[in-house]
């Protein structure tokens, strides 16, 4: 299995700054990575496919980077509505497989 | 607009099997490369992907609970069913399930609302 690990575990942020979130594969998968926000007690929320698309409807302040074993997660400027957990996932291969999620709390 | 709906037990014993039912609407899983996926979540914890079956009827499992899953589909009723056996109070979670993009790159792009299942004595 591709093991997905992110940093920071959780980080404490005020409105207007700017989040950086890492994402790493034990083995390159390309750009084969997804982002998810999610909010308590709410499904998780498609954000970026394959590493940097912005999926439909979702704020442009939201960007994705990377290739390989890689990636970020940047939001350019924390709006109150993005306080949440936010998961990586590859889509490489199967089995399909998570990070352990980053919780962005209000400092 | 694609949605999708979980439904099943909110409560099992131990030692029980689980049976859950995932109702979507928006897409046919008769559409070739739609796949249809089961995450689930343990309070607290974070999102673990479980099993996928696909329009051709292809099944991918997670390695770790392939021996207790068995995913199904039928395709005239909108449904795909998972069903989990020997039931541990470690597979309390919320069950997701979620549409996966019919094309690569593949992405799981709309989720059910999720279901609470406490495995519990």
């Known amino acids: 299995d591709i093991q997905m690990t992110q940093s920071p575990s959780s980080l404490s942020a005020s409105v207007g700054d700017r989040v950086t979130i890492t994402c790493r594969a034990s083995?390159?998968?390309?750009?084969?990575l997804n982002w998810y926000q999610q909010k308590p007690g709410k499904a998780p929320k498609l954000l970026i496919y394959?590493?940097?698309s912005l999926q439909s409807g979702v704020p442009s302040r939201f960007s994705g980077s990377g290739s390989g074993t890689d990636f970020t997660l940047t939001i350019s400027s924390l709006q109150p509505e993005d306080f949440a957990t936010y998961y990586c996932?590859?889509?490489?291969?199967?089995?399909?497989?998570f990070g352990q999620g980053t919780k962005v709390e209000i400092k | 607009q694609i949605t999708l709906k979980e439904s099943g037990p909110t409560l099992v014993k131990p030692t029980q099997t689980l049976t859950l039912t995932c109702t979507f609407s928006?897409?046919?899983?008769?559409?070739?490369?739609?796949?249809v996926g089961w995450i689930r979540q343990p309070p607290g914890k974070a999102l673990e992907w479980l099993a996928l079956?696909?329009?051709?009827?292809?099944?991918r499992y997670s390695p770790s609970l392939k021996s207790r899953f068995i995913i199904t589909k039928d395709t005239s009723k909108n449904q795909v069913v998972l069903t989990m056996t020997n039931m541990d109070p470690v597979d309390t979670a919320t069950y997701y399930c979620?549409?996966?993009?019919?094309?690569?790159?593949?992405?799981?792009?709309?989720w059910g609302q999720g279901t609470l299942v406490t495995v519990s004595s």
């Open positions: 928006g897409f046919s899983l008769s559409t070739n490369g739609v796949g």
């Open positions: 083995q390159s998968i390309s750009s084969y």
């Open positions: 079956i696909y329009w051709n009827d292809d099944k």
């Open positions: 394959v590493a940097s």
């Open positions: 996932q590859q889509s490489y291969t199967i089995p399909r497989t």
């Open positions: 979620a549409h996966e993009s019919s094309i690569s790159p593949r992405y799981f792009d709309s």
